[in-house]
């Protein structure tokens, strides 16, 4: 199974950008799809999260109204877009799949990508 996230970058406060993640080795549409992110020395969070049908997602507060998860099952790929980013935003994000009911725990994820980097200057 790969999970490969594309997409960070260096922007500007408010700027946006949209996160990808190709899977493969996996039956796609069988799993949800989480994104998560980790700022040097501090702990992993939860950013966003999508069932396997698309059907629901749930965001953290921090970037509910300003994210949004989408996906592709046809394609096997799953979308962060990412708008009016903020400098706290700074990260490396990941994207994980897993066969679970809690979208928010990243310990019941069964495979992650190997994450991208996202910088957002003041």
């Known amino acids: 199974v790969q999970l490969q996230a594309s997409g960070g970058g260096l922007v500007q406060a408010g700027d946006s950008l949209r996160l990808s993640c190709v899977a493969s080795?996996?039956?796609?549409?069988?799993?949800?799809m989480g994104w998560f992110r980790q700022a040097p020395g501090k702990e992993r969070e939860f950013v966003a999260g999508i069932s396997w049908s698309g059907g629901y997602t749930y965001y953290a507060d921090s970037v509910k109204g300003r994210f949004t998860t989408s996906r592709d099952n046809a394609k096997n790929t799953v979308d962060l877009q990412a708008n009016s980013l903020k400098p706290e935003d700074t990260a490396v994000y990941y994207c994980?799949?897993?066969?679970?009911?809690?979208?928010?725990?990243?310990?019941?994820?069964?495979?992650w990508g190997q994450g991208t980097l996202v910088t957002v200057s003041s």
């Open positions: 994980a799949a897993g066969q679970i009911t809690y979208l928010s725990r990243w310990r019941d994820y069964d495979y």
């Open positions: 080795g996996l039956t796609f549409s069988s799993y949800a």
